[in-house]
């Protein structure tokens, strides 16, 4: 039986590992689809210039891998999985970076539902 968060008898923890994990294999999509993304870079068609790629790995190869951390934000999240996978980021470095960021945000989020709700 699925439980809402709402409901008074929901297994927290089944809800937390259920998002995070949700919201890495989201990630993990778009990773991939930089890296396969990867493979057409010298056509005309390819939506990044050589110039612009180079320009998105100096920004992050300045900040370094620890930016993946900021993965769950709203609007920058997306882009920053892809341009880990277009960057040829090592896997298990993006996951060990993502999960932390994304099981971060959902340890609030249930952490402020308990307190507000409890």
Do not use: C
Not at 18 to 36: I, K, P, Q, S, Y
Not at 88 to 108: D, H, Q
């Amino acid at each position: 039986m699925i439980l809402a968060a709402g409901q008074p008898d929901a297994p927290l923890l089944e809800l937390f590992l259920a998002a995070t994990a949700g919201n890495v294999l989201g990630a993990v999509v778009n990773f991939v689809l930089g890296r396969f993304l990867l493979r057409f870079e010298h056509n005309r068609w390819f939506p990044v210039s050589p110039a612009n790629r180079q320009r998105a790995e100096a920004l992050f190869n300045r900040y370094g891998r620890l930016v993946l951390l900021f993965s769950w934000l709203p609007v920058i999240g997306d882009p920053l999985t892809l341009a880990a996978g277009l960057l040829r980021t090592p896997l298990p470095v993006f996951l060990l970076y993502v999960t932390i960021g994304k099981a971060a945000r959902y340890a609030v989020l249930l952490w402020a539902y308990t307190t507000l709700a409890g």
